[in-house]
């Protein structure tokens, strides 16, 4: 069964790539100052078609509560049979500059072996995994599958965090493998089992009534942007770790390791520049807070003229891991920036998205099973397992509506596919794998579960 199987995913990946290049054209950014709604419609659609085609009924697109489309739809197994839920997200992130990019950002690119584009592996590579898995089975699945499609993760909106406890009809699973995240490396399989939260802000500062002439006021008149970057400045010590008042920074990470040398190739970390913070890597990404000024509104070098800033303002973002709640981090970020704000200047805050750190399964027969399979599909003895920096807010709603799940975080986002970045890509090998895992946990998996 496994080599039928493997072959059968190997022959699907023309298909898959083809999918993935009529995805990758969607500029499915959900924010209609950055990308046209249309383009996001046009994805939901090709979404309905293609879960349609590969054999689920009802698959249906749903407005959620941020005015972005949640697709969902359903696969019958036996009346028996345990059920799988199979998220991903099929928004994406900004281009980030168009001119910053190697090839097209939303034309899928092949080069030296890798495929090219936004989205490319965050999250439509993991929709062209989930299609190939269910295609190779051809319907022959002896559980009952459910999709769920998000489709503003990326803004972080809340759109899915509202839908899901009014539609857990449509969503109520004994397993689910969460399609948004991926492996420690390339032929490296690995299951995330801890997520950090998510805690934003956005900081105003203002000073004057309007921008002064810093030659006849420069030296007394207080300049809001001089306040914010000595208050931004506040955020890290000098070695580079987070210096939030009231926040612990000394958490250890006990998973797998993380070589600095390792980390400084997928990072791209200029040479002779220092990585930041007196833990290990693992301990930095995984296991502390860290604060990361996102954006600064204030004039830009081209055109700004020789006056003081009357006003600027930052996006802060605060990653918090496990052990600590989000919305006291976020708390505690205001207050420790309204304490070191200089020269009595005017603060004022915008609370943004807040989302709790999250772990996962780490035990039980559909953890069992996704092990067995990742070993199966990659050949190898061992499945690792890592943590992750980013933030999946869904998660931690699934665990709160469904206790009884095993959530599972899987997927193709391996470090060189540089998401959020410029040049994102994917590297197919990890599609064709996972796909291999994900139809062989799809077909053992009802073996193992057993019902109360």
Same mark, same amino acid.
């Given at each position: ?6 072959? &059968? ?14 995805? !990758?054209? @969607? %500029? ?14 046009? $994805? ?6 293609? @879960? ?6 009802? !698959? ?23 059920? !799988? ?6 928004? =994406? %992130? ?16 092949? &080069? ?16 062209? $995994? ?14 009952? =599958?459910?999709?769920?499609? *998000? ?11 509202? @839908? ?63 306040? /914010? ?34 980390? &400084?190739?997928? +990072? ?50 605060? &990653? ?9 981090? %976020? ?15 005017? !603060? ?10 999250? =772990? ?9 099973? /996704? ?10 003895? *061992?499945? /690792?397992? $890592? ?6 807010? /869904? ?38 794998? $996972? +796909?291999?895992?994900?139809?062989? @946990?799809?077909? *053992? ?8």
């Amino acid at each position: 069964m496994s080599d039928a199987l493997r072959e &059968r995913v190997h022959d699907l990946m023309p298909q898959a790539k083809a999918d993935l290049t009529e995805m !990758v054209g @969607f %500029q499915s950014v959900h924010d209609a100052e950055q990308s046209p709604p249309e383009e996001c419609e046009k $994805m939901v659609a090709w979404l309905q078609e293609a @879960f349609t085609a590969a054999g689920f009924s009802d !698959v249906d697109a749903h407005e959620t509560s941020d005015g972005s489309k949640a697709v969902t739809g359903y696969l019958a197994g036996p009346d028996d049979a345990p059920t !799988v839920l199979l998220y991903f997200h099929h928004d =994406v %992130q900004p281009p980030l500059g168009a001119d910053e990019w190697d090839s097209p950002v939303w034309s899928l690119t092949e &080069r030296q072996g890798r495929w090219y584009g936004r989205g490319a592996a965050d999250c439509k590579g993991n929709i062209a $995994m989930h299609l190939t898995a269910l295609r190779a089975l051809d319907g022959n699945i002896p559980v009952n =599958v459910k999709i769920l499609g *998000e489709g503003s993760e990326e803004q972080g909106t809340g759109g899915i965090e509202d @839908f899901v406890p009014r539609n857990l009809d449509l969503l109520a699973a004994d397993a689910i493998i969460i399609a948004d995240s991926g492996n420690f490396a390339v032929g490296k399989p690995s299951l995330t089992t801890t997520l950090r939260g998510i805690a934003n802000i956005i900081v105003s500062v203002e000073t004057l009534g309007s921008a002064m002439h810093s030659g006849m006021f420069g030296g007394a008149a207080p300049d809001a942007l001089a306040a /914010l970057i000595a208050m931004l400045a506040s955020l890290r010590d000098a070695q580079g770790n987070t210096t939030i008042t009231g926040l612990d920074a000394s958490q250890t990470w006990s998973g797998v390791d993380y070589p600095a040398d390792a980390f &400084r190739t997928d +990072a791209n970390v200029l040479d002779g520049v220092d990585l930041l913070g007196s833990g290990s890597v693992a301990d930095m990404v995984w296991a502390r807070p860290a604060a990361t000024v996102l954006g600064i509104d204030c004039p830009p070098v081209v055109g700004s003229s020789a006056s003081v800033v009357p006003k600027a303002r930052a996006r802060i973002n605060l &990653r918090v891991p496990p052990g600590m709640d989000a919305k006291h981090a %976020q708390s505690a970020l205001v207050d420790h920036l309204k304490a070191v704000a200089p020269w009595h200047v005017k !603060v004022s805050f915008e609370m943004e998205a807040d989302g709790s750190p999250f =772990v996962g399964a780490t035990s039980g027969p559909g953890y069992d099973t /996704l092990v067995d399979s990742l070993k199966s599909a990659y050949g190898t003895d *061992e499945v /690792l397992l $890592m943590g992750q920096g980013g933030s999946i807010p /869904l998660c931690n709603v699934f665990a709160d509506e469904m206790p009884d799940a095993e959530i599972m975080l899987i997927g193709v986002e391996e470090p060189q596919c540089l998401i959020h970045a410029p040049n994102e890509s994917v590297d197919p090998s990890e599609i064709e794998h $996972m +796909a291999i895992a994900e139809a062989t @946990f799809l077909t *053992e998996y009802a073996t193992r579960h057993a019902r109360p």
